[in-house]
C-alpha cells in the first residue's frame, strides 16, 4: 500500500516552492554567531488547497546553539527548525537540516588612524602634515575579525580649491593586504582630517648630511655612519634653497668612543627656511676595534706525568702568533697563555709530543712553532 493512504484525501505533502532563509538566533551576551546560515529547501504537510498557498512569509527558519560550546574555535553543526504560521500545516523535510556555525568571543582594541589621500592635491600644490580628531578609534568585532586589523584609514579628496583641507570620514579598518574587513564596529564612526597645503614653488628636497666631532678611542675606527632620515624637504624663499646642497646635522661627539653610538640630534637650516615636517635626526656611528697579530713565546709545560719521573721538553718554549681586536691584543700578557703536552701513559725514554694551547679569549692562534716537540722523561 503507498504511503499517504491511509491519509484523508485532504492531505497532501508537497515540496515548498522557493526556500526559507535561515534566521540568525540569539546568541549570549560578549559573543557572535560565525557561518554562513544560507537557507533550505522545505517539504509540507497540510490540506489540499491550504499548503501549497503558502509564501516565505508563512515560514520561519531557526537554529538550535543550545549544544554550541562558547568561544571554541571548532564549528558545530546546528539543527535548522522550521515553523508554519498555520497550525494545519507541518513541516516534514528540510534541507540541509544543520549548519556548521560557532559562537565566537566579541573583542575590542584601540588602533590609530592614518589619512590616506585619494588623489593629489591641485597643481602647484603639496599637502603638509596633517592632524586627525580623534587619532585613536575603537574597533570592535569577532575576535578573529580584530585581529586581522593591521591599519585604519580615513580617506579623503582634494578638490580644486587652493585653501587648507578640512574633511570628514569615515575610518575604515583593512588587513595586511589593504583590503577592508567587513563585520566590525568603529567607534567614532567619523573623525575630521585638517590637510594644510603649500606651494610646491617654495619646497625643496635635499638630503641630510651627518657631522661629527672628536676622534674614536685608540684601536678603533668609524666603520659607518648612517642618518634617518636620508633626507628631507626644507621650505623658504626660492633664492635661498636654489643655493642649498645639503642640511647638516648637528654635531655628534664621538671622542673616545670604544661601541656604536646612536645619537638624536636636530638639524641645522640656515636663516628664512623650515622643515616642511619638523624632524630631528637620528645618526648611528658604528664603531669597532681594529684587528691586528701579536707574537709569543710561551714556556711548554708537561701534564700529565707519572709520580717518580722527571720531563723536559725540547725546545722548550714554542713561538705563536695570535690575532684579534687591537685593544684586546695590546692588553694581552705571556700568562694568559699556556702551551701543554700530555705525557699520559709514557714511561722513561724520548718521543714526539703535540703541544696544546690554551688562549685568552677574542684571539685567535694564526701559528704555532714548533707544533711538536720532543718529549723527554728520566726517572728521578
Request: glycine residues 8%.
Amino acid at each position: 500500500m503507498r504511503a499517504g493512504a491511509m491519509r484523508p484525501s485532504w492531505q497532501i505533502v508537497v515540496p515548498f516552492d522557493g526556500r526559507v532563509p535561515v534566521e540568525k538566533p540569539a546568541v549570549p551576551n560578549g559573543y557572535v554567531l560565525r557561518g554562513n546560515l544560507g537557507d533550505v529547501a522545505v517539504t509540507l504537510r497540510g490540506p489540499e488547497g491550504v499548503v501549497d498557498r503558502l509564501s516565505v512569509a508563512d515560514l520561519r527558519a531557526t537554529l538550535d546553539i543550545t549544544g554550541i560550546d562558547p568561544g571554541s574555535p571548532e564549528p558545530h553543526d546546528a539543527k535548522v527548525f522550521v515553523v508554519t504560521a498555520n497550525d494545519a500545516v507541518k513541516v516534514v523535510d528540510v534541507s540541509p537540516g544543520t549548519v556548521s556555525v560557532r559562537l565566537e568571543r566579541i573583542t575590542s582594541r584601540t588602533v590609530a588612524v592614518q589619512v590616506k589621500f585619494a588623489n593629489s592635491p591641485p597643481q602647484g600644490l603639496q599637502p603638509a602634515t596633517g592632524s586627525i580628531s580623534p587619532t585613536e578609534v575603537k574597533i570592535t568585532g569577532p575576535e578573529s575579525s580584530v585581529a586581522l586589523v593591521a591599519a585604519v584609514f580615513a580617506t579623503v579628496r582634494f578638490g580644486d580649491v587652493t585653501t587648507d583641507l578640512t574633511q570628514s570620514a569615515p575610518p575604515v579598518p583593512v588587513d595586511a593586504n589593504g583590503l577592508p574587513i567587513d563585520g566590525l564596529q568603529v567607534e567614532p564612526g567619523v573623525v575630521v582630517i585638517s590637510v594644510p597645503l603649500l606651494p610646491t614653488a617654495t619646497t625643496r628636497t635635499l638630503p641630510v648630511l651627518w657631522n661629527l666631532r672628536g676622534n674614536v678611542a685608540t684601536g678603533y675606527w668609524i666603520s659607518r655612519v648612517t642618518t634617518d632620515p636620508v633626507a628631507v624637504t626644507v621650505r623658504g624663499e626660492q633664492s635661498v634653497l636654489a643655493a642649498m646642497e645639503r642640511v647638516e646635522t648637528a654635531a655628534v661627539d664621538v671622542s673616545g668612543l670604544t661601541q656604536t653610538r646612536i645619537a638624536r640630534v636636530p638639524l641645522l637650516l640656515p636663516d628664512g627656511v623650515s622643515m616642511l615636517e619638523p624632524v630631528d635626526a637620528t645618526v648611528t656611528v658604528t664603531v669597532v676595534p681594529l684587528a691586528g697579530t701579536r707574537p709569543f713565546t710561551i714556556a711548554v709545560q708537561v701534564q700529565n706525568l707519572a709520580a717518580g719521573l722527571d720531563a723536559t721538553t725540547d725546545p722548550s718554549t714554542v713561538a705563536i702568533v695570535v690575532a684579534g681586536p687591537a685593544p684586546t691584543l695590546a692588553a694581552l700578557a705571556v700568562d694568559q697563555f699556556a702551551a701543554t703536552v700530555d705525557a699520559s701513559g709514557r714511561g722513561a725514554g724520548s718521543s714526539p709530543a703535540d703541544v696544546a694551547l690554551r688562549l685568552p679569549q677574542l684571539v685567535t692562534l694564526q701559528s704555532v712553532t714548533p707544533a711538536r716537540v720532543t718529549l723527554t722523561i728520566k726517572g728521578r
